[in-house]
């Protein structure tokens, strides 16, 4: 067994809401995400088993949404809101200016495997643009400086 | 804390207050007294029938009436009903059910026990997008209040009402903002949206009748029984009463929200509320509800926000999200950017979505590149029509009606493009 | 019954049937009625996604599919006005601006629904100046398919296909939009007893057989109409033949056999027909006890000599007939004859039996026992027990199934026959012990008719014919009935006659002869029509 028992039993517990057990797929997606930070092919398979489906169809979910990834991610998550609110609010500059403060283009990420930089479509923060999510942390109403300081913060 | 609206009224009178979001707080000001009103005083068809009186319309971006929507669901049944509540605030240039999540989670909270008893629901599933970390956490505090206190449960205040109330979280797919796509992803499934019929109120949720509101029409009900349909409609035009909270962003003063009669001029808002575009410059073109909905030329702009008004001018009130540009911004680059967000968030089964998405981005980068030609806008306009009104849902259309509109208003700036071989609008937002 | 105007022509549906299911029913659908449809297949639930197949229905504004919109009394449907056609081209030019123009090297090419629609709905040259999407290329699926992804147009027939026929569901659509692309997981390649089918039903080139890849541009076959003779249940097929080859069977629809459906195994026993082991001319054994090759008359004058030695002195009853499912009704009604006019006592069909399933594969590995037992075969075992008990000293077997382990197990238990006479399609190890081999006809090389699991009588027609002279196994029978001078046999044979003396003869074949028969079969008389033989 690949998942812990710990996220196991939260799938489990998240099972009994729902009228089919399928509608817990994308939460318990989530969970197992929350503790390896991607969803392997193994683990694919056992939430297969959990909900009685074919790993083809943890798959086929699975690659459907940007918010699960199916191989091993950065330590931490930079994203770039560049939908039209911010864009038209410098997001773009801004992304570019991470992008040599970093040095990787977006997306990508660092040599060290330790930032992932990348844009995202509209993430609801419209009128505080531009923002950045930051391992799943809304910073909204950015400049350069400010973006800088909270790179700088993040852990190694 | 999100920044509370500039302007505020009913719904979002108190967001200011740093105790609202809590049961305590809420009910400080009134709160839970409709839900009680309507489940003690009031039968299910008595409240379905106040909502159609008031004219609510759904503020999902649809604006079907809401009480309609309600009435659809089956009464003789012994199937299970459920609400859902699509919390999946995704369209660009949108972020009031953001601020109704996490400010106003009771009020949300009570417009759905009161659409609950109307329904018949037994459960309502809330489904926040992905991304709405904190609003997702709020939500489940204040469902635990519920519960704690009562107003959740299998005694709902003591009336031996049953409602459970879950929340389910997405994983990044606008598509998932439309209701059968959401219901899809609910049952875990990819979010790719039901052929129609059969309709969510007889094959919704798992296979149940179910009713889906956007989180501000279910925001909107508790004042609506507490207050009756004329006060209501005593906010808004004839056709579209109430009030809207509209997102104002781009090139404004003062981005944010603003809590507003529907029918207020968009003018008013771009250039009162939202304090006009910043250093002298002028609008050039105006969104007025939402990316996908067609943008409105700086001459247009004194139209009252309400889909009676706007669909005279080929767009709508959609979400409410208005997003301003000034006239540095080049309408080509607009145009990039938001076949680029319609391209990556297509769900892929309709083939003139998924490939006509795709192609009209490929041609619109093209353009700004300067490797544009005149029979371009031609087939622009032909591929735009032809995913319009031709697919399983909306989206197709969505992605169609923005890339009409700005070649409607604006074809000058992509034939400049063309002519001159580059973009002219040096001064323009970076792409 | 609600009835449907369809471009001015009134039809009849069944209720709850959509427009494209009612055309269907009717024969009319791209044979009348042209609705152009990729996703939609009769077979396979309905995705509503390609939008091909958009019509307009009076009273409806905007164009509805047809595969999804059920049938309405008084309905009127237009499927070629204008704003129809104007959709359709959109549909099909938005198809193929992503679609590699690799015609001449897509082994699709000539069957590629794409290349017809595009064709027949007049798209004019690509506007589309962009760069295509560079996907996978000869993606491996599994043991029996390569996968193009470029070509792909996501219909997802086969993705539903695999969930919904042979349940293994090994393919699945991953990613969205224009990024989508039909995948496997890994390590679970896409292997099923009926993979094959995906290329079949795949509109375009995308999914091929990695058996027919590159053999033959598909414009050289003819498609002949024949049956299967993997398995009882008589799958309807096409020969494709070219040159006098068969390059490969695919499934032929036949709504009470086999949809339109195949299994892998029976698809690829095309094989069977040009294989290195079919016997190629007639043999008998000399005095040195090798076999040597004959001629048919010498063949037919040493089995006849042979016969007529032991009938003089131990009287026919020692002689067997072992009869073959592989047979056609019209040799084995001749054989029955044979026996009988012969005074043989001792006959039956020997049959290998082995894996079934709930779909299309059933347990008897031949097309016709069924047929064989109708016609007065018994149970081969009778044969194999006088064998071993020494009742035998003369065996003609058509076939050689009866080695299988069920029956004989191998051919020892024949090798002290006086006389083995072997009228077989292919070599097996009955040549050790055979006296006369005849090279007889593969079903695809002769006339006749099976019957199947469920007693469907279906006909094979010849669409090869072998390049060494092969015979049906009547004609060797009626030849050798001549030689013996046995009462009813002049030494001809003429399929479609003893078809006509079998239909006389046996009250099960009442009404049924060759051309009565047809391509799509014919139930014996007294058999419950029904669904229940898929």
């Known amino acids: 067994?690949?998942?812990?028992?710990?996220?196991?039993?939260?799938?489990?517990?998240?099972?009994?809401?729902?009228?089919?057990?399928?509608?817990?797929?994308?939460?318990?997606?989530?969970?197992?995400?929350?503790?390896?930070?991607?969803?392997?092919?193994?683990?694919?398979?056992?939430?297969?088993?959990?909900?009685?489906?074919?790993?083809?169809?943890?798959?086929?979910?699975?690659?459907?949404?940007?918010?699960?990834?199916?191989?091993?991610?950065?330590?931490?998550?930079?994203?770039?809101?560049?939908?039209?609110?911010?864009?038209?609010?410098?997001?773009?500059?801004?992304?570019?200016?991470?992008?040599?403060?970093?040095g990787i283009k977006a997306p990508g990420e660092t040599s060290d495997g330790r930032i992932f930089l990348g844009h995202e479509e509209c993430l609801g923060a419209c009128g505080y643009a531009p923002m950045m999510r930051v391992d799943g942390q809304y910073h909204e109403v950015l400049d350069i400086e400010k973006a800088k300081r909270i790179l700088d913060s993040l852990g190694e | 804390m999100l920044e509370t609206p500039y302007v505020t009224n009913y719904l979002t009178e108190h967001f200011g207050e740093e105790d609202y979001p809590t049961i305590e707080g809420y009910e400080r000001v009134g709160g839970y007294r409709a839900a009680r009103k309507a489940l003690t005083e009031m039968s299910p068809d008595e409240v379905i029938e106040l909502v159609k009186i008031a004219g609510l319309q759904g503020r999902g971006g649809a604006g079907f009436s809401t009480g309609m929507k309600w009435s659809f669901m089956p009464k003789?049944?012994?199937?299970?009903?459920?609400?859902?509540?699509?919390?999946?605030?995704?369209?660009?240039g949108s972020f009031k059910d953001r601020i109704l999540l996490e400010r106003g989670s009771h009020q949300?909270?009570?417009?759905?026990?009161?659409?609950?008893?109307?329904?018949?629901?037994?459960?309502?599933?809330?489904?926040?997008?992905?991304?709405?970390?904190?609003?997702?956490?709020?939500?489940?505090?204040?469902?635990?209040?519920?519960?704690?206190?009562?107003?959740?449960?299998?005694?709902?205040?003591?009336?031996?009402?049953?409602?459970?109330?879950?929340?389910t979280r997405g994983a990044g797919a606008y598509i998932c903002g439309e209701e059968t796509g959401l219901l899809e992803s609910l049952e875990g499934k990819k979010g790719q949206p039901r052929k129609k019929p059969p309709f969510p109120a007889q094959y919704g949720a798992f296979g149940m009748p179910t009713t889906v509101n956007n989180v501000e029409t279910f925001s909107h009900v508790p004042h609506i029984v507490e207050k009756g349909a004329n006060w209501f409609r005593s906010f808004g035009t004839e056709k579209s009463p109430g009030t809207t909270v509209f997102g104002v962003s781009g090139h404004v003063v003062r981005p944010g929200l603003y809590e507003l009669p529907l029918g207020t001029m968009l003018s008013e808002i771009v250039f009162e509320h939202a304090g006009g575009v910043p250093g002298g410059r002028k609008v050039k073109g105006v969104i007025p509800g939402g990316m996908s909905m067609s943008i409105l030329p700086a001459g247009q702009l004194d139209v009252p926000m309400a889909n009676e008004f706007l669909h005279e001018r080929k767009t709508m009130l959609g979400t409410g999200g208005i997003i301003v540009m000034d006239e540095t911004t080049c309408m080509v680059r607009v145009a990039s950017v938001i076949s680029y967000f319609f391209r990556d968030e297509s769900c892929g089964q309709c083939t003139q979505c998924r490939?006509?998405?795709?192609?009209?981005?490929?041609?619109?980068?093209?353009?700004?590149?300067?490797?544009?030609?005149?029979?371009?806008?031609?087939?622009?306009?032909?591929?735009?029509?032809?995913?319009?009104?031709?697919?399983?849902?909306?989206?197709?259309?969505?992605?169609?009606?923005?890339?009409?509109?700005?070649?409607?208003?604006?074809?000058?700036?992509f034939a400049e493009h063309v002519r001159q071989r580059k973009c002219p609008f040096a001064e323009s937002f970076e792409l | 019954m609600p009835k449907i105007t369809i471009d001015g022509t009134e039809i009849e549906a069944s209720e709850g049937r959509t427009i494209l299911q009612a055309?269907?029913?009717?024969?009319?659908?791209?044979?009348?009625?042209?609705?152009?449809?990729?996703?939609?297949?009769?077979?396979?639930?309905?995705?509503?996604?390609?939008?091909?197949?958009?019509?307009?229905?009076?009273?409806?504004?905007?164009?509805?599919?047809?595969?999804?919109?059920?049938?309405?009394?008084?309905?009127?449907?237009?499927?070629?006005?204008?704003?129809?056609?104007?959709?359709?081209?959109?549909?099909?030019?938005?198809?193929?601006?992503?679609?590699?123009?690799?015609?001449?090297?897509?082994?699709?090419?000539?069957?590629?629904?794409?290349?017809?629609?595009?064709?027949?709905?007049?798209?004019?040259?690509?506007?589309?100046?962009?760069?295509?999407?560079?996907?996978?290329?000869?993606?491996?699926?599994?043991?029996?398919?390569?996968?193009?992804?470029?070509?792909?147009?996501?219909c997802r027939r086969c993705v539903r296909f695999c969930r919904e026929i042979p349940k293994t569901g090994e393919l699945a659509v991953f990613n969205r939009g224009d990024y989508s692309v039909i995948e496997t997981?890994?390590?679970?390649?896409?292997?099923?007893?009926?993979?094959?089918?995906?290329?079949?039903?795949?509109?375009?080139?995308?999914?091929?057989?990695?058996d027919f890849r590159f053999k033959i541009r598909v414009w050289f076959l003819e498609e002949v109409a024949g049956i299967c003779t993997g398995c009882s249940n008589g799958c309807n097929i096409h020969l494709g033949v070219a040159n006098n080859k068969v390059y490969r069977y695919v499934p032929r629809r036949n709504d009470a056999v086999n949809d339109t459906w195949i299994c892998d195994a029976g698809r690829m026993s095309y094989r069977e027909i040009g294989a290195p082991d079919r016997l190629r001319e007639c043999m008998v054994r000399d005095e040195s006890g090798r076999l040597a090759p004959t001629g048919l008359d010498r063949a037919i004058e040493v089995a006849a000599g042979?016969?007529?030695?032991?009938?003089?002195?131990?009287?026919?009853?020692?002689?067997?007939?072992?009869?073959?499912?592989?047979?056609?009704?019209?040799?084995?009604?001749?054989?029955?004859?044979?026996?009988?006019?012969?005074?043989?006592?001792?006959?039956?069909?020997?049959?290998?039996?082995?894996?079934?399933?709930?779909?299309?594969?059933?347990?008897?590995?031949?097309?016709?026992?069924?047929?064989?037992?109708?016609?007065?075969?018994?149970?081969?075992?009778?044969?194999?027990?006088?064998?071993?008990?020494?009742?035998?000293?003369?065996?003609?077997?058509?076939?050689?199934?009866?080695?299988?382990?069920?029956?004989?197990?191998?051919?020892?238990?024949?090798?002290?026959?006086?006389?083995?006479?072997?009228?077989?399609?292919?070599?097996?190890?009955?040549?050790?012990?055979?006296?006369?081999?005849?090279?007889?006809?593969?079903?695809?090389?002769?006339?006749g008719t099976f019957v199947n699991v469920a007693r469907r009588v279906q006909r094979v027609v010849p669409a090869v014919e072998s390049a060494w002279e092969t015979y049906a196994d009547g004609e060797v029978l009626a030849k050798l009935g001549a030689a013996l001078g046995l009462e009813g046999f002049d030494g001809s044979y003429d399929a479609r006659q003893v078809a006509r003396d079998l239909a006389a003869a046996n009250p099960a074949f009442v009404g049924i002869d060759l051309d009565s028969v047809g391509d799509t079969g014919r139930l014996l008389a007294g058999s419950a029509a029904s669904g229940a033989e898929r």
């Open chain 3, 306 to 447: 042979r016969l007529r030695r032991l009938i003089a002195s131990k009287g026919a009853g020692v002689i067997a007939g072992l009869a073959s499912a592989h047979a056609t009704n019209e040799d084995l009604f001749t054989f029955r004859r044979f026996l009988s006019a012969l005074g043989s006592e001792t006959s039956g069909v020997a049959v290998v039996r082995g894996k079934a399933d709930d779909l299309l594969i059933k347990e008897e590995k031949a097309p016709n026992g069924a047929g064989a037992r109708e016609i007065g075969f018994g149970d081969a075992r009778t044969v194999v027990d006088r064998i071993s008990s020494g009742g035998i000293d003369a065996l003609i077997t058509l076939g050689h199934d009866a080695l299988h382990e069920s029956l004989l197990g191998s051919e020892k238990p024949l090798a002290d026959l006086d006389t083995v006479i072997v009228l077989d399609t292919h070599a097996s190890e009955l040549q050790r012990v055979a006296h006369v081999i005849v090279p007889v006809r593969h079903a695809a090389e002769k006339l």
């Open chain 3, 23 to 154: 055309l269907d029913d009717a024969g009319l659908l791209m044979n009348g009625v042209d609705i152009p449809h990729y996703c939609w297949h009769p077979k396979l639930a309905v995705d509503g996604s390609c939008r091909l197949c958009q019509v307009e229905v009076e009273g409806i504004p905007k164009l509805q599919i047809a595969c999804d919109t059920p049938v309405q009394d008084g309905m009127v449907v237009h499927t070629a006005n204008d704003r129809v056609k104007a959709a359709r081209e959109g549909v099909m030019e938005l198809l193929l601006i992503n679609h590699p123009l690799d015609c001449p090297i897509c082994d699709q090419a000539g069957e590629c629904k794409l290349q017809d629609y595009a064709y027949d709905y007049g798209v004019k040259a690509s506007r589309s100046k962009e760069p295509r999407r560079a996907l996978k290329k000869n993606v491996d699926l599994g043991p029996t398919i390569v996968f193009d992804q470029e070509r792909c147009i996501l």
């Open chain 2, 76 to 92: 003789d049944t012994d199937r299970p009903k459920y609400l859902v509540c699509n919390a999946d605030e995704s369209e660009p």
């Open chain 2, 355 to 413: 490939e006509g998405t795709g192609w009209i981005n490929k041609i619109v980068d093209r353009i700004e590149r300067g490797a544009g030609e005149e029979e371009d806008l031609e087939v622009l306009l032909d591929v735009a029509g032809k995913m319009e009104g031709q697919t399983i849902c909306a989206f197709a259309d969505a992605a169609a009606w923005p890339i009409q509109g700005l070649l409607r208003h604006f074809s000058d700036d």
């Open chain 3, 185 to 210: 997981f890994p390590g679970t390649p896409l292997d099923n007893d009926y993979s094959m089918n995906v290329a079949d039903i795949c509109p375009v080139g995308a999914l091929t057989t990695k």
């Open chain 2, 108 to 167: 949300m909270l009570e417009g759905i026990l009161i659409a609950a008893w109307a329904t018949g629901a037994s459960t309502t599933f809330i489904y926040i997008r992905g991304e709405y970390a904190y609003p997702a956490d709020q939500m489940e505090r204040a469902i635990g209040e519920a519960y704690a206190k009562g107003y959740l449960g299998e005694n709902v205040m003591g009336t031996g009402f049953r409602h459970d109330v879950r929340v």
């Open chain 1, 1 to 102: 067994m690949v998942i812990s028992k710990q996220t196991r039993s939260k799938i489990d517990a998240v099972i009994a809401k729902y009228p089919q057990a399928r509608g817990a797929l994308l939460p318990a997606l989530h969970l197992v995400q929350d503790e390896y930070g991607h969803v392997s092919k193994e683990c694919a398979v056992e939430i297969a088993e959990i909900f009685e489906i074919r790993p083809v169809e943890v798959m086929e979910v699975l690659t459907f949404y940007n918010l699960f990834f199916d191989s091993p991610q950065a330590k931490h998550h930079v994203y770039v809101c560049t939908n039209l609110p911010c864009s038209l609010r410098g997001a773009r500059g801004l992304l570019r200016q991470l992008e040599s403060q970093l």
